[in-house]
Nanobody, 123 residues
Framework: QVQLVESGGGLVQAGGSLRLSCAAS????????MGWFRQAPGKEREFVAA????????YYADFVVGRFTISRDNAKNTVYLQMNSLKPEDTAVYYC????????????????WGQGTQVTVSS
């Protein structure tokens, strides 16, 4: 079992930055792939970024390439999402998720989810 707790969300002006953190419990963190997803009001949850167990492999949604960076610190059981050049359309609840195998962009392939953290970008 893996429990995930996100933090770092908040209100920021367009063009600003935020860093989200996701702290994971459990001794298997270093063998899990991690992903960040987001869900805006009235929209489906969508993939943002993913990272494999070692951190050597990452993948991003097209709309965040060059702006967001996913990383992990296995010693701290934590995955991060550095978000720069934020836009109003980035406003959403951001969720981290974990799965046992390789990274994936599909929500249904992740078994464990955090409770989410709100990110609001004002124009």
């Amino acid at each position: 079992q893996v429990q995930l707790v996100e933090s770092g969300g908040g209100l920021v002006q367009a063009g600003g930055s935020l860093r989200l953190s996701c702290a994971a419990s459990g001794r298997t963190f270093s063998s899990t792939a991690m992903g960040w997803f987001r869900q805006a009001p009235g929209k489906e949850r969508e993939f943002v970024a993913a990272i494999n167990y070692s951190g050597e492999s990452t993948y991003y949604a097209d709309f965040v390439v060059g702006r967001f960076t996913i990383s992990r610190d296995n010693a701290k059981n934590t995955v991060y999402l550095q978000m720069n050049s934020l836009k109003p359309e980035d406003t959403a609840v951001y969720y981290c998720a974990a799965r046992r195998f390789g990274l994936s962009i599909k929500t249904y392939e992740y078994a464990y989810w955090g409770q989410g953290t709100q990110v609001t970008v004002s124009s």
